[in-house]
């Protein structure tokens, strides 16, 4: 089966950071990408990571441990408008076809 | 960027009756995807489209489901007949084919409403 695992709230304050978990346990792996979703719209794509390592794309950063299934979505200098759904999402070899977590809702605080 | 585009955005059908939900990928994409959310819930795989075929399916894949993509116009999504279950936003989805990772594009989804 296909197990994706993400804590379903996160608060923050508005200028520091918050760290969205992510573990998961599937069948088959391809990398992991993270998306923002805002209500009633498209995932948007964040990053994707397939390698062992911390990958710094600026305001998000992602965290991947491929021998512990687990990763992490990193944001910093946390704005207001960072207040959304973050999804992890398993890719399986197959086709590109991603498996997601339920999604972590971020409030960000003033 | 790329977009794929959904039609309509907003559907209500009578339980019993056929829809079809319209998806136009990516214009050079050639890996087509369905993906089913219940509001407030988890993005769930619904099937994966190639080369006019279907390649993967799951469970929420109902025999009620079907897909195709005729002539490179539309890639649709028909539900006969729909259920009050499969009330739900639809995203489509597309990306390129390679034996590595290619990034997914999202349409902005159809929310259908059954009654």
């Known amino acids: 089966g296909q197990g994706v695992e993400q804590p379903d709230n996160l608060m923050s304050v508005e200028g520091t950071f918050a760290r969205v978990n992510c573990t998961y346990s599937?069948?088959?792996?391809?990398?992991l990408s993270w998306y923002q979703q805002r209500e009633g719209h498209a995932p948007v794509f964040l990053s994707y990571?397939?390698?062992?390592g911390l990958k710094d794309s600026g305001h998000f950063s992602t965290f991947l441990s491929r021998s512990n299934g687990y990763s992490y979505l990193l944001l910093t200098e946390l704005q207001i408008k960072d207040s959304a759904s973050y999804l992890c999402?398993?890719?399986?070899?197959?086709?590109?076809?991603?498996?997601f977590g339920s999604g972590t809702k971020l409030t960000v605080e003033p | 960027g790329p977009k794929v585009l959904q039609i309509p955005s907003h559907q209500i059908i009578d339980m019993g009756q056929m829809v079809t939900l319209n998806c136009d990928p990516v214009?050079?994409?050639?890996?087509f995807y369905w993906y089913k959310q219940i509001l407030g819930q988890q993005m769930e795989f619904l099937v994966n489209?190639?080369?006019?075929?279907?390649?993967?399916k799951s469970k929420l894949f109902k025999d009620q489901f079907s897909v195709e993509r005729p002539d490179g116009s539309y890639f649709t999504l028909k539900i006969q007949p729909t259920a009050l279950e499969d009330s739900a936003v639809y995203f489509c989805?597309?990306?390129?084919?390679?034996?590595?990772?290619?990034?997914?594009?999202f349409g902005k989804g159809t929310r259908l409403t059954v009654v």
């Open positions: 214009s050079n994409h050639l890996y």
């Open positions: 999402a398993v890719s399986h070899p197959n086709y590109n076809v991603l498996y």
């Open positions: 990571v397939v390698l062992d």
């Open positions: 989805a597309s990306s390129l084919p390679g034996q590595g990772y290619t990034e997914v594009f």
């Open positions: 489209f190639y080369n006019g075929k279907v390649m993967e």
């Open positions: 599937t069948s088959g792996f391809n990398g």
